[in-house]
Structure formats: C-alpha cells, structure tokens
Nanobody
Framework: QVQLVESGGGLVQAGGSLTLSCAAS????????MSWFRQAPGKEREFVAA????????YYTNSVKGRFTISRENAKNTVYLQMNSLKPEDTAVYYC?????????????????WGQGTQVTVSS
C-alpha cells in the first residue's frame, strides 16, 4: 500500500519560511518523479515544483522561482519543499505526488499517488 505523508505546514507571516516534507512508503521511491502541487480555496489544484528520480532535473512554476526549492533524499524516501519569502498568495493546501516516470511531469493527471495534503497559511 502506497502512502505519501506530508508534514511541515503551518501559519507563518509574510516573508517567512517553511519546509515541507513528504515521506513515501510502499513504493520504490527512486523509481518515481516527485512533485508538489497546491490548491487554494476556490481554485484549481496547481503545479508548484517537480524533481526527477535522480534529482537531475527540476521544474518550478514561475510564481515560486527563486523562492522555493524542491529536493529529495532517496535513502530516506523523502521529498522536501523549502519555501522562503512566503507571500499571502502562497496560502493553500500543499500536496506531494509521485509519478512512475523518468520525466518530471507538471500535469496532475500524470501522477499516480497523492498525499493528503498539509495546510500552509501566510498572513499579511
């Protein structure tokens, strides 16, 4: 049974930082591209960042480039999202996802497994 468990969300002031973690189990983690998506109230789920199985290729949505960093530790079956200079518009539920591919997809329908999400709230 595959499980993706996010942690690290919370309430932070604008300009602050948070680091999200996603621990995976029940799959061969190093075979999967990993990503972070987010969904704000009343909005569609949107792509945030993705990383290939070996960490060689990384992609970000434009709005987080230079502020967020995705990374992974295959030995720990964990993917991270370091978020700096947070803005109120970053407020959302953040989800990690796993895709059994060598690429790093940016479309949600290309992902096989999803976590339950962790809330990030940025106050102004």
């Amino acid at each position: 049974q595959v499980q993706l468990v996010e942690s690290g969300g919370g309430l932070v002031q604008a300009g602050g930082s948070l680091t999200l973690s996603c621990a995976a189990s029940g799959l061969t983690f190093s075979n999967y591209a990993m990503s972070w998506f987010r969904q704000a109230p009343g909005k569609e789920r949107e792509f945030v960042a993705a990383i290939t199985w070996n960490g060689r290729y990384i992609y970000y949505t434009n709005s987080v480039k230079g502020r967020f960093t995705i990374s992974r530790e295959n030995a720990k079956n964990t993917v991270y999202l370091q978020m700096n200079s947070l803005k109120p518009e970053d407020t959302a539920v953040y989800y990690c996802a796993a895709s059994n591919t060598r690429a790093a997809p940016t479309l949600s329908n290309e992902y096989d497994y999803w976590g339950q999400g962790t809330q990030v709230t940025v106050s102004s």
